[in-house]
């Protein structure tokens, strides 16, 4: 049996369970892991641990990989129980893929069959769920409306990798009107954020586009994992590029508080000094230990 193992989030490989599952894993078929995310990618370098980069988005992983595999493996660690098991049925079903997709949610060991019997997430000792399902896009009129599930007071919301606003409810509703964010509710807005989100995207799907909260940006202690290149990269808002130029240069210049925090946490780890321009608006990932 091919097994492809898709790794979500940063927390899944700091944690202890991650090498206690791949280990058993071998014991059912040949397996590849694959990550999408740049802080996923991160996560990876730290614990050195070999993975397949997905440029695109998960659900298009499972689609454009499910000829190629007998079983897809999603292992999570949410900050909730209750996110890990939307975000699962989200690439569930947008990937409208058959062959058999089982979660295993890290953060309290319990696992969703979506489509398929539990006995390998029975064998490695994980509690079997069945979550309700969550509806949370829907359109009225000329509107379209998306729910954030799983938000705590705080948090940071992203829309499209972008910081748009701080969370001061329980429940996050966003509404959309001819590709145009109109309306956030329960969100201490980020002007200059919604800005930036207008620039890059002329038109946004609230139903595709990637939307997810931070309780902030946490820094790891981190080993150099490569040389330095030579020349300077530019980077302008939008960190996600980081990885394409990593190891490959001798400096960079970053526009934007967010960027800023973000690529240079990476960048420390390929030992690559990072000169930021910002304005402290909003400066939300502030646990930075390195200067440069």
């Known amino acids: 049996m091919k097994i492809c193992v898709f790794v979500h989030g940063a927390d899944a490989f700091y944690s202890k369970a991650f090498f206690e599952i791949i280990g058993k894993i071998a ?19 730290d614990v050195d641990f070999n993975v397949k980069v997905w440029n695109g988005t998960p659900s298009e992983l499972l689609k454009a990989l499910e000829r190629e ?8 660690y949410s900050k909730s129980p209750e996110s890990g098991y939307a975000f699962g049925e989200i ?52 509107r379209t409306y998306r729910r954030i599930l799983a938000v705590e007071p705080g948090e940071f919301l992203l829309v499209g990798g972008i910081v748009v606003g701080k969370v001061r409810d329980n429940e996050v509703l966003l509404v959309a009107e001819n590709g145009e964010i ?28 990637k939307i997810c909260s931070l309780k902030g940006f946490k820094t790891k202690e981190a080993e150099f994992k ?7 990269a530019f980077v302008i808002h939008s960190a996600d590029m980081v ?10 210049v970053c526009i934007g508080d967010d960027t800023t925090a973000i690529a240079g946490e990476i960048l420390f780890r390929f030992g690559t000094p990072v000169l930021g321009i910002v304005d402290g608006e909003g400066f939300y990932f502030t646990d930075q230990k390195h200067t440069f």
């Not at 539990?118 to 079997?128: H, N, Q, T, V």
């Not at 890059?200 to 799907?205: E, F, G, L, T, W």
């Open 27 to 45: 014991e059912y078929g040949d397996f590849e892991v694959f990550i999408t995310g740049t802080m996923a990618r991160t996560a990876s370098l």
């Open 243 to 252: 990885y394409r130029f990593a190891g490959n240069c001798e400096g960079a």
């Open 182 to 209: 109109v309306e956030l509710r329960g969100v201490e807005i980020k002007e200059h954020g919604l800005e930036k989100l207008k620039r890059i995207y002329q038109k946004i799907d609230l139903e595709k586009i």
């Open 91 to 142: 690439v569930f079903k947008r990937s409208k893929i058959r062959k058999p997709f089982l979660q295993l949610e890290l953060c309290n060991k319990t696992a969703v069959a979506w489509n398929c019997e539990a006995k390998i997430a029975e064998d490695l000792g994980f509690r079997i769920f069945q979550p309700m399902s969550f509806d949370n896009v829907w359109r009225e009129n000329e």
């Open 226 to 232: 490569g040389k330095r290149g030579t020349g300077v």
């Open 69 to 76: 595999f007998d079983l897809f493996l999603l292992l999570s």
